[in-house]
Protein backbone atom coordinates (compact mmCIF):
# COMPACT_ATOMS: atom_id res chain seq x y z
CA UNK A 1 0.00 0.00 0.00
CA UNK A 2 1.00 3.31 -1.08
CA UNK A 3 0.88 6.63 1.05
CA UNK A 4 1.38 10.28 0.32
CA UNK A 5 2.00 13.49 2.51
CA UNK A 6 1.49 16.65 2.06
CA UNK A 7 2.41 18.64 4.67
CA UNK A 8 1.53 22.15 3.81
CA UNK A 9 -2.32 22.55 3.64
CA UNK A 10 -2.07 26.29 2.19
CA UNK A 11 0.62 28.09 0.95
CA UNK A 12 0.01 32.03 0.81
CA UNK A 13 2.73 33.87 -1.80
CA UNK A 14 3.11 37.04 -3.58
CA UNK A 15 2.63 37.03 -7.41
CA UNK A 16 6.11 36.36 -9.22
CA UNK A 17 7.79 34.94 -5.79
CA UNK A 18 8.53 31.69 -6.22
CA UNK A 19 6.74 28.24 -5.02
CA UNK A 20 7.42 25.40 -3.83
CA UNK A 21 4.75 22.71 -2.47
CA UNK A 22 6.18 19.29 -0.93
CA UNK A 23 5.17 15.92 -1.64
CA UNK A 24 6.65 13.05 0.61
CA UNK A 25 4.98 9.25 -0.45
CA UNK A 26 5.62 5.70 1.50
CA UNK A 27 5.76 2.75 -0.77
CA UNK A 28 7.13 -0.63 -0.44
CA UNK A 29 7.07 -0.73 -4.74
CA UNK A 30 8.56 1.35 -7.36
CA UNK A 31 5.88 4.22 -8.22
CA UNK A 32 4.61 6.33 -10.62
CA UNK A 33 4.30 9.83 -9.43
CA UNK A 34 1.86 13.02 -10.29
CA UNK A 35 0.84 16.19 -9.64
CA UNK A 36 -2.68 17.53 -10.34
CA UNK A 37 -4.62 20.43 -9.82
CA UNK A 38 -7.72 21.49 -9.22
CA UNK A 39 -9.47 24.70 -9.74
CA UNK A 40 -12.92 25.62 -7.72
CA UNK A 41 -15.70 23.58 -8.10
CA UNK A 42 -14.13 21.57 -11.18
CA UNK A 43 -11.88 18.15 -12.07
CA UNK A 44 -8.57 17.32 -11.44
CA UNK A 45 -5.94 18.24 -14.10
CA UNK A 46 -2.72 16.51 -14.53
CA UNK A 47 -0.01 18.86 -14.64
CA UNK A 48 3.03 16.59 -14.75
CA UNK A 49 3.99 13.01 -13.92
CA UNK A 50 7.14 11.04 -13.14
CA UNK A 51 7.25 7.66 -14.99
CA UNK A 52 10.74 6.96 -15.76
CA UNK A 53 13.72 8.42 -16.80
CA UNK A 54 15.20 11.86 -15.91
CA UNK A 55 14.11 12.50 -12.36
CA UNK A 56 13.34 15.91 -13.11
CA UNK A 57 9.70 16.42 -14.88
CA UNK A 58 8.01 19.62 -16.24
CA UNK A 59 4.94 21.27 -17.19
CA UNK A 60 3.80 23.35 -20.34
CA UNK A 61 3.09 26.22 -17.72
CA UNK A 62 6.33 26.28 -15.59
CA UNK A 63 5.88 24.01 -13.08
CA UNK A 64 8.57 21.36 -12.45
CA UNK A 65 8.84 18.61 -10.14
CA UNK A 66 12.01 16.54 -9.13
CA UNK A 67 11.56 12.68 -8.07
CA UNK A 68 14.16 11.93 -5.09
CA UNK A 69 14.18 8.44 -4.42
CA UNK A 70 16.32 8.52 -1.36
CA UNK A 71 14.17 11.29 -0.10
CA UNK A 72 11.36 9.41 -1.39
CA UNK A 73 10.01 13.03 -2.46
CA UNK A 74 8.35 14.86 -5.34
CA UNK A 75 8.36 18.45 -4.78
CA UNK A 76 6.55 20.79 -7.15
CA UNK A 77 8.29 23.71 -7.96
CA UNK A 78 7.52 27.07 -9.80
CA UNK A 79 10.18 30.13 -10.22
CA UNK A 80 7.38 32.95 -10.41
CA UNK A 81 3.74 32.24 -9.97
CA UNK A 82 0.76 34.13 -11.61
CA UNK A 83 -2.24 34.85 -9.72
CA UNK A 84 -3.74 32.52 -11.91
CA UNK A 85 -2.08 29.72 -10.22
CA UNK A 86 -4.14 29.92 -7.57
CA UNK A 87 -5.60 26.67 -7.27
CA UNK A 88 -5.56 23.07 -5.32
CA UNK A 89 -3.11 21.29 -6.42
CA UNK A 90 -2.41 16.93 -5.04
CA UNK A 91 0.11 15.26 -5.42
CA UNK A 92 -0.41 11.34 -6.16
CA UNK A 93 1.14 7.87 -6.04
CA UNK A 94 0.61 4.86 -8.50
CA UNK A 95 2.31 0.74 -8.02
CA UNK A 96 3.88 0.04 -11.07
CA UNK A 97 3.55 -3.65 -10.41
CA UNK A 98 -0.24 -4.67 -11.12
CA UNK A 99 -2.29 -5.00 -13.86
CA UNK A 100 -4.05 -1.58 -13.27
CA UNK A 101 -3.03 0.50 -10.79
CA UNK A 102 -5.21 2.88 -8.90
CA UNK A 103 -4.30 6.41 -7.60
CA UNK A 104 -3.42 7.18 -4.32
CA UNK A 105 -3.62 11.12 -3.47
CA UNK A 106 -2.41 13.75 -0.21
CA UNK A 107 -4.64 15.63 0.93
CA UNK A 108 -3.83 18.82 -1.17
CA UNK A 109 -2.28 21.54 -0.68
CA UNK A 110 -3.84 24.94 -1.47
CA UNK A 111 -2.07 27.40 -3.20
CA UNK A 112 -3.25 31.42 -2.83
CA UNK A 113 -1.50 33.51 -4.86
CA UNK A 114 -2.00 37.37 -4.16
CA UNK A 115 -1.24 40.63 -6.13
CA UNK B 1 -6.94 14.71 -25.13
CA UNK B 2 -9.17 12.57 -23.79
CA UNK B 3 -11.89 13.93 -22.57
CA UNK B 4 -14.53 12.68 -19.29
CA UNK B 5 -17.58 14.34 -19.23
CA UNK B 6 -19.92 14.05 -16.06
CA UNK B 7 -23.54 14.90 -15.94
CA UNK B 8 -24.83 16.27 -14.31
CA UNK B 9 -22.45 18.72 -12.89
CA UNK B 10 -24.94 19.64 -9.79
CA UNK B 11 -27.83 18.06 -8.24
CA UNK B 12 -30.03 18.65 -5.48
CA UNK B 13 -32.63 15.97 -4.33
CA UNK B 14 -34.59 15.37 -1.22
CA UNK B 15 -33.56 12.54 1.48
CA UNK B 16 -34.59 9.23 0.47
CA UNK B 17 -34.70 9.67 -3.14
CA UNK B 18 -31.89 7.98 -5.91
CA UNK B 19 -29.47 10.17 -7.67
CA UNK B 20 -27.80 8.36 -10.99
CA UNK B 21 -24.70 10.41 -12.22
CA UNK B 22 -22.95 9.65 -15.88
CA UNK B 23 -19.33 9.57 -16.41
CA UNK B 24 -18.92 9.23 -20.21
CA UNK B 25 -14.89 8.90 -22.06
CA UNK B 26 -15.82 11.02 -25.44
CA UNK B 27 -13.06 10.33 -27.38
CA UNK B 28 -11.88 6.87 -25.89
CA UNK B 29 -12.68 3.30 -24.68
CA UNK B 30 -12.76 3.34 -21.08
CA UNK B 31 -11.65 -0.26 -20.35
CA UNK B 32 -11.40 0.86 -16.08
CA UNK B 33 -13.49 3.76 -14.78
CA UNK B 34 -12.96 5.07 -11.09
CA UNK B 35 -15.21 6.93 -8.94
CA UNK B 36 -14.27 9.20 -6.18
CA UNK B 37 -15.54 11.12 -3.42
CA UNK B 38 -14.28 14.30 -2.29
CA UNK B 39 -15.64 15.80 0.79
CA UNK B 40 -14.92 19.91 1.24
CA UNK B 41 -11.07 21.00 1.50
CA UNK B 42 -10.19 17.09 1.42
CA UNK B 43 -8.53 14.50 -0.77
CA UNK B 44 -10.17 12.27 -2.92
CA UNK B 45 -11.04 8.80 -1.97
CA UNK B 46 -11.73 6.03 -4.28
CA UNK B 47 -14.87 4.45 -3.94
CA UNK B 48 -14.45 1.65 -6.56
CA UNK B 49 -13.38 0.34 -9.91
CA UNK B 50 -15.35 -0.91 -12.69
CA UNK B 51 -14.36 -2.76 -15.77
CA UNK B 52 -16.50 -2.73 -18.88
CA UNK B 53 -18.80 -5.65 -18.25
CA UNK B 54 -18.10 -6.90 -14.96
CA UNK B 55 -18.79 -5.89 -11.35
CA UNK B 56 -17.51 -3.28 -9.56
CA UNK B 57 -14.69 -4.25 -6.94
CA UNK B 58 -15.49 -1.38 -3.93
CA UNK B 59 -12.73 -0.16 -1.85
CA UNK B 60 -13.51 -0.89 2.32
CA UNK B 61 -15.79 0.71 3.93
CA UNK B 62 -17.92 1.82 0.46
CA UNK B 63 -21.23 0.43 0.87
CA UNK B 64 -21.84 -1.65 -2.55
CA UNK B 65 -26.08 -1.60 -1.91
CA UNK B 66 -25.62 1.77 -1.68
CA UNK B 67 -23.62 3.21 -3.88
CA UNK B 68 -24.52 1.27 -7.20
CA UNK B 69 -21.99 1.07 -10.25
CA UNK B 70 -22.69 0.22 -13.43
CA UNK B 71 -19.99 -0.38 -16.33
CA UNK B 72 -22.32 -1.15 -19.67
CA UNK B 73 -19.89 0.00 -22.32
CA UNK B 74 -16.40 1.12 -23.37
CA UNK B 75 -17.35 4.77 -22.87
CA UNK B 76 -20.62 5.03 -19.78
CA UNK B 77 -20.36 4.18 -16.35
CA UNK B 78 -22.84 5.24 -13.69
CA UNK B 79 -23.35 5.75 -10.38
CA UNK B 80 -26.34 5.31 -8.41
CA UNK B 81 -26.52 6.75 -4.98
CA UNK B 82 -29.37 5.15 -3.97
CA UNK B 83 -31.83 6.47 -0.75
CA UNK B 84 -29.34 9.57 -0.49
CA UNK B 85 -28.93 11.40 3.09
CA UNK B 86 -27.36 14.68 3.90
CA UNK B 87 -24.08 12.67 4.86
CA UNK B 88 -24.36 11.36 1.19
CA UNK B 89 -24.11 15.30 0.10
CA UNK B 90 -20.00 15.35 -1.58
CA UNK B 91 -18.53 16.15 -4.76
CA UNK B 92 -17.90 13.03 -6.66
CA UNK B 93 -15.31 12.48 -9.65
CA UNK B 94 -15.08 9.97 -12.01
CA UNK B 95 -11.70 9.20 -14.14
CA UNK B 96 -11.77 6.65 -16.81
CA UNK B 97 -8.58 4.87 -18.35
CA UNK B 98 -7.75 2.99 -21.70
CA UNK B 99 -5.71 0.23 -21.13
CA UNK B 100 -3.00 -0.10 -23.77
CA UNK B 101 -0.03 -1.99 -21.90
CA UNK B 102 2.59 -0.31 -19.62
CA UNK B 103 1.41 2.87 -17.93
CA UNK B 104 -1.90 4.27 -18.95
CA UNK B 105 -3.50 7.53 -17.55
CA UNK B 106 -6.47 8.67 -15.78
CA UNK B 107 -8.18 11.26 -17.01
CA UNK B 108 -10.61 13.04 -14.56
CA UNK B 109 -14.19 14.45 -15.59
CA UNK B 110 -15.16 17.62 -14.20
CA UNK B 111 -16.88 16.15 -11.00
CA UNK B 112 -20.89 16.48 -9.72
CA UNK B 113 -21.78 17.76 -7.17
CA UNK B 114 -24.35 16.40 -5.23
CA UNK B 115 -26.47 18.35 -2.50
CA UNK B 116 -29.15 16.19 -0.24
CA UNK B 117 -31.32 17.83 1.49
Known amino acids: AQSVTQLDSQVPVFEEAPVELRCNYS??????LFWYVQYPNQGLQLLLK??????LVESINGFEAEFNKSQTSFHLRKPSVHISDTAEYFC?????????????FGKGTMLLVSP | GAVVSQHPSRVICKSGTSVKIECRSL??????MFWYRQFPKQSLMLMAT?????????EQGVEKDKFLINHASLTLSTLTVTSAHPEDSSFYIC?????????????FGPGTRLTVL
Open chain 2, 95 to 107: SAREEQGGYNEQF
Open chain 1, 50 to 55: YLSGST
Open chain 1, 27 to 32: SSVSVY
Open chain 2, 50 to 58: SNEGSKATY
Open chain 1, 92 to 104: AVSDRGSGYSTLT
Open chain 2, 27 to 32: DFQATT
